[in-house]
Nanobody, 120 residues
């Protein structure tokens, strides 16, 4: 059974860089052409898709976040990373790591999320 676990600093200051880790167990992050996305949910708002890393290692980002966001992975560690720079208080959110196959609308795997609070 695939399990997904996000981790990160919890509290960061505005203008700093956020680094989050998504550790996957019970299955390889490169299996079955899964695409691993980062998704966030600010308090009182809906889910916001941030970006994805595909099976072949290529990436795509939300246009609104592209200039500040980078997603990478370490296949040997079965881990996906999110880096976001120039943080703002409005980046405060619960950050999720999730995976789905090409053509699917729903995600097969989700982590429990990690809270990130950006202080001004």
């Amino acid at each position: 059974q695939v399990q997904v676990q996000e981790s990160g600093p919890g509290l960061v200051k505005a203008s700093q860089t956020l680094s989050l880790t998504c550790t996957v167990s019970g299955g390889s992050i490169t299996t079955s052409y899964y695409r691993w996305s980062w998704i966030r949910q600010p308090p009182g708002k809906g889910l916001e898709w941030m970006g994805v890393i595909r099976y072949d290692g290529s990436t795509a980002y939300s246009p609104s976040l592209k200039s500040r966001t980078s997603i990478s992975r370490d296949n040997a560690k079965n881990t996906v990373y999110l880096q976001m720079n120039s943080l703002k208080p409005e980046d405060t959110a619960v950050y999720y790591c999730a995976a789905r196959r090409p053509g699917q609308n729903d995600y097969d795997y989700w982590g429990q999320g990690t809270q990130v609070t950006v202080s001004s």
